[in-house]
């Protein structure tokens, strides 16, 4: 949503805060808090230490805050859509890190939401770093309710912290501000700067998110909601940008696997005569060699764009007589499909399903029946994910299946017992062999 018919505009010391003339509205974003080694920013107010992280440290349940499960994947994926193409625009060559959603982080962010600190006076006031963990912080907060956390992520919302993405890009992904005018770019652009936050030094990979209700907006004695989302690491630390600087990759006609010496190719018989393998290279692209009988074999050819981390892993099946089909986890962890029917050359390899895998996660994959092809492989939050196509549909998105027992992208073995039967074995945290079959 936009706000419409919004006149005036009162900037506090903690907030811009916009009144509509005719309806008790107000909207407001926090001054973004600044990375552990900045120089305060004068302009924030940072409250003392009551109740600004989890009363626990065991990990909560579920998102870990009032935050439902539907919007925290939803603020994951969006944070790390504006991490991708902030990569694309500043640093092609750059995998970008991406964040997931840590149930400790939002169960500290939800303790300051619940804090009357945090809101006090109608104002958005930041936690102390000094007691917070030393997370970074933004905040957003609008009036009346119910809850709309995602407003703070749409870019067509002019008090979002993803509408201060043109002032980040005018600005080229200048270095946070921490000269004699300390915190003036960075007052301009430190809510979207924390979200798309990849240097090397402190990258931000944890988000979490609290949301409370009914709290006091504005100076006119209205009540709405505040959002605070907190993460590790902090970024916005002065001296530094937000994506490190770099160059893409220069492509070449051809790259030999030897230049990566930890390359895993996958094989397999594509016809009678021929044998076809793939592979990444260290610029992270698809390599295909091929041998037709006792020809020499041809040297890899590169297709498609450079997606993946050097040397990721790949898996292929025979999906039908006149089909090969490969898998493998892109540097943003998506599952990527490539296939080549005939003699026609490989299709670049496309995306699908949601970004849930470690970057270069390997993949197993096996021939369930005439129709079907079969994958598994484990996230992020060691679950084990199947994904499946059959025949000429598109592949099915991947689904979690089973606890979470294993390490993030551990590798899982496959293959078909019988007619009807796929047995998969992987080994958890613990050291135990699992089976899983269907």
Known sequence: MKPNSLA??????????MLGP????????GEPARGPAAAPVD???????RGETCP??????GTGSQISDADAAAIVRAHNDARRAAARKFNPGLTATPVVWDAKVACDAQAWADDPASSAGGRLHHSSRATNGNQGENLLNSSPGPARPLIALDPSVSFSW??????FDADNNAPVNSGAAAGTNFKAWGHYSQIVWMNPASPTTKVGCGVKESVPVGSSGATGWILVCRYLEAGNINGQQAIPPGEAPVPSPQQPFTAFSGVRPAMAKQTDNLLTALAVDRDGFLNVAW????????????FGPSVFPPGAPVAMAKQNDNLLTALAVDRDGFLNVAWVAGTQPWHAPVRFGPSVFPPGAPVAMAKQNDNLLTALAVDR?????VAWVVGTQPWHAPVRVGPSVFPPGAPVAMAKQNDNL??????DRDGFLNVAWV
Do not use: Y
Not at 22 to 29: L, M, V
């Open 422 to 427: 796929l047995t998969a074995l992987a080994v």
């Open 8 to 17: 005036t505009a009162a900037a506090l010391a903690c907030g811009l805060i």
């Open 162 to 167: 993803m509408a201060e993405k043109p002032q």
């Open 381 to 385: 939050e060691g679950f084990l994910n």
């Open 22 to 29: 005719a309806a008790p509205a107000a909207f407001g974003r």
């Open 291 to 302: 041998v037709a009988g006792t020809q020499p074999w041809h040297a890899p050819v590169r």
């Open 43 to 49: 302009a924030v107010a940072a409250v003392g230490a």
């Open 56 to 61: 626990s440290s065991d990990l909560p349940p």
